[in-house]
């Protein structure tokens, strides 16, 4: 279906083509086609041998009924449309103002002077604009190294991810052994429990291990909690790829392992990198384990950072949109880049389990 | 003893055999030494461990006695001794599996034998070994990783469901812990009428906020969806990527600036209202601060941060629908509606069922939605007893019950509730997947 009306063609009789007449004009175009039809067959039987005088005239007739009958129902059909169209676009800018209105107003807290929400002016903005949040997170507080922690955990654990997910998801697509149906049922079961359930006996195993204010114990508390959903969603992914090409590699005198790195991994690139983006993503504002597990300052996460600026004791809501709005931009940039990729992504891991 | 039949007859023997001790049959029948002594040498490292073990697993039992006369760093403490039980029974768990895996390995080497009527060889069974051990070095960091940061974590929190493991009076180092059946249960289900009242509206309020998240996220990225691919606006990639802000900012950092935008006195919200004229500072709406109000506005707010998900899902899932069937169809005269009726509405639900599902079972467990937005609140009128408020769900209750009030027992007893109201929902799932159906699993 044609999706761009601007570009609306003229046709040979100078009549504005309207491409949507086939979409909601469905009687204009059966009322005259019947009227075509009787026409035509009333031509053929007085003059059955002259059969191009025939079509010649019939086109003239065509025009004649196109401006006469098609002209009235356009106009009726471009209005119905402009309505529409205007309607539409009403609708999604009211969305739009709806989406964007705490995101801008954070982005000017960010910028405006004083602490509290409660001294901002109503409007965006309507407090001037000041850079003091971002020269104090920098000068006056450990924003430089809650951020390095940050992106060590959230580096490590995204490669770790790729790592055991992907070659866990290898091996469930493409061996067969004892237990495997067990554990892809265990995978599923587990996944759908958020992970502080467990926390206290995590704690006490981190004890042990001596993990505990340790930023590898995060990455391992991370890394096991993403697992189970993980290797089950590129483990469908892995299962669309033809076995033809593993096959092929196996014959050239492959082993597995080589298998795996030069021919699955780069096959499933797109999910791939769907999972580095999400497991790269969800450590930096995560709250609850880092508040249980990190405990000096100087291991300090962003997310405990920024929490520290809205506590009850202060609320310094101007000092967290600074600091928030530094981490949440270049996510933003990033998803938007990935939109396309995300979008084929998320239906894909509706299709194919 | 060494004649080795192979009509089968020997299968009985074999099974006794490799049974009594782990590897006999392949040192002793099958001539396989290295694998044999592979696992002998396995079985007698359980056994040297032996008393070892034996001493937690009572330990995991008894949960220590009173020592009121040590210090309390050598006390007693209940809870490393469950833990310490519980990861030796994982250990114990890998290792029954092994066996089995070495009981099934020797048959299925008899089974080759009565068909081919020769052993194989030691030396190929070198060679084959490094293909053989792919898959078992493949999935070991999973199976450790998700046994004891996963499965022993959970099993421990299932155990305190049946302990009397609570603040005060019961938490080590300073007391010990002892096993109370199902005390527990029976306290929380009709037991105490505040506890049972906080549990019946906390679980109805959660199964509410599940169904109400899921539908009105999933209707709502419909919606944008199905009406950005039918309008005819040029700038439509425009707004798609406003609508995917809210997916893109973190939860919390969007919940948390929700949360002072709402507030109740000095929100920015109620002052633009009042600002407005649309009413007085008397009159300021309770966004957040009245039980019944909060709901609704969770479950808005929720609206605000969910929909970019399903609307990208929905996008992904119309392009997989034919332009054809499209054009079809409105050739045929059917009108917008009647397209998104018959066509649209069926082939995206189809394709999106089991992410509909699995969005209920993460709303359930939707912990950033309710903690970082309201953090439960309001309060209601047992909150100072049962830390149970007026937006709080099961998994924040937990929270609560957890770090606030120490009631961990209390706290285990919900998260199994959980787990046998939602592991239906993960198999019902399993059985939906192509490789399940497919027999391939």
């Known amino acids: 279906m044609k999706t761009n009306s601007d570009q609306t063609p003229i046709n040979d009789s100078g009549e504005l083509n309207q491409p949507d007449n086939l979409q909601n004009g ?50 009726i059909q471009r209005a119905k449309n402009r309505t ?51 020269q104090r997170l920098f000068k006056e507080t450990n924003y430089i190294r809650w951020f390095r922690n940050t992106l060590m955990i959230a580096t490590a654990t995204s490669v770790s991810t790729i790592l055991v997910c992907s070659l866990s998801a290898y091996v469930f697509s493409r061996f ?47 890394l096991a909690g993403n697992i189970p959903y993980n290797t089950w969603l590129v483990k469908s992914y892995i299962d669309a790829i033809p076995r033809a090409y593993d096959e092929a590699a196996k014959i050239d005198g492959a082993s597995n392992a080589r298998t795996f790195f030069s021919v699955i991994l780069p096959q499933a690139s797109p999910i791939i990198t769907f999972l580095a983006i999400v497991s790269f993503t969800g450590p930096w504002m995560e709250f609850i384990f880092a508040k249980l597990i990190l405990r000096s300052n100087e291991n300090q996460t962003l997310a405990l950072g920024l929490f520290s600026f809205v506590t009850d004791r202060k609320n310094e809501f101007t000092m967290f949109c600074a600091g928030a709005l530094i981490v949440a931009v270049p996510f933003i940039v990033f998803f938007l880049i990935t939109q396309k990729m995300l979008v084929s992504s998320l239906a894909g891991a509706g299709v194919k389990e | 003893m060494r004649t080795l039949q192979s009509d089968g007859s020997s299968r009985k023997k074999i099974f006794i055999v490799s049974l009594i001790f782990m590897g006999l049959a392949h040192l002793t029948i099958l001539k396989q030494y290295v694998k044999g002594a592979l696992f002998a040498l396995l079985e007698m490292v359980m056994i040297i ?38 990861l030796i029974l994982a250990v114990l768990f890998i290792f029954v599996s092994l066996y089995f895996i070495s009981v099934r390995s ?7 034998y009565c068909a081919t009527d020769k052993l194989p060889e030691s030396k190929k ?84 906020w599940a169904t109400a998240a899921t539908v009105t996220c999933y209707a709502g990225g419909m919606i944008m969806a ?27 950092v969007s919940m948390l600036v929700w949360q002072n935008l709402l507030n109740g006195s000095f929100g920015t919200i109620n002052r633009t209202l009042i600002e407005l004229g649309l009413m007085t500072q008397a009159t300021t709406i309770p966004w957040l601060s009245n039980a019944t109000l909060a709901k609704f506005t969770v479950v808005l707010i929720n609206l605000w941060a969910g929909f970019p998900y399903f609307m990208l899902l929905t996008m992904g899932s119309m392009t997989a629908i034919s332009k054809e069937t499209f054009e079809a169809a409105r050739i045929d005269g059917a009108s917008r509606s009647q397209v998104f009726r018959a066509i649209t509405l069926p082939s ?24 970082f937005l309201t953090g439960g609140n309001p309060m209601v009128s047992d909150s100072t007893t049962t830390s149970a408020k007026g937006t709080d769900i099961m998994v924040t209750w937990i929270y609560n019950l957890t770090i606030n009030l120490q009631k961990y027992s209390y706290a285990a007893v919900l998260a199994v509730c959980i787990f046998v109201v939602l592991a239906p929902f993960a198999i019902f799932n399993f059985r939906r997947t192509k490789s399940y159906k497919e027999g391939e699993l």
């Open chain 1, 26 to 75: 469905g009687d204009a175009v059966v009322n005259e086609s019947t009227i075509k039809d009787d026409h035509r067959s009333k031509e053929t039987a007085e003059n059955p041998e002259n059969k191009d005088e025939v079509v010649e005239k019939d086109r003239v007739f065509e025009k004649q009924i196109n401006k006469k009958s098609l002209k009235y129902q356009n106009a």
């Open chain 1, 84 to 134: 529409y169209k205007a309607f539409v676009l009403v609708f999604l800018v009211l969305v739009s103002l709806v989406v964007l209105y705490p995101l801008v107003y954070a982005v000017s807290a960010a910028f405006s002077p004083g602490k509290s929400i409660s001294a901002l002016s109503i409007v965006p903005f309507g407090s001037g604009v000041t850079t003091s949040h971002f």
């Open chain 1, 176 to 222: 067969r052994f004892l237990f495997k149906k067990t554990m892809m049922l265990a995978l599923l079961v587990l996944q759908i429990f958020p992970s502080f359930i467990g926390m206290i006996a995590i704690y006490v195993i981190l004890l042990r291990i001596k993990g505990l204010d340790t930023l590898w114990g995060m990455v391992l508390i991370y």
């Open chain 2, 49 to 86: 461990l032996a008393p070892k073990i034996f001493r937690l697993l009572q330990k995991m039992i008894t949960l220590g006695e009173p020592q009121p006369d040590l210090p309390i760093f050598e006390k007693d403490n209940s809870m490393f001794m469950l833990i310490d039980g519980i």
């Open chain 2, 106 to 112: 020797a048959l299925s080497t008899y089974k080759d």
């Open chain 2, 125 to 208: 069974f070198l060679s084959e070994f490094g293909a053989k051990a792919f898959p078992i070095a493949g999935l070991s960091p999973l199976v450790m990783l998700i046994l004891f940061f996963v499965v022993v974590p959970l099993v421990f929190s299932a155990s305190v469901a049946f302990t009397n493991y609570s603040a005060p009076g019961h938490i080590p180092p300073n007391n010990t812990v002892d096993w109370v059946g199902f005390d527990n249960f029976k306290f929380l289900f009709g037991g105490n009428a505040t506890w049972t009242g906080a549990l019946g509206r906390v679980a109805a309020w959660t199964l509410a």
């Open chain 2, 226 to 252: 199905v009406v950005m691919h039918e309008s005819k606006i040029k700038i439509v990639p425009v707004f798609r990527a406003i609508f995917i802000l809210p997916y893109a900012v973190p939860a919390v």
């Open chain 2, 348 to 371: 995206v639900l189809y394709q999106t069922m089991p992410l509909i599902i699995m969005s209920f079972t993460h709303n359930i467990n939707n912990f950033g939605a309710i903690f």
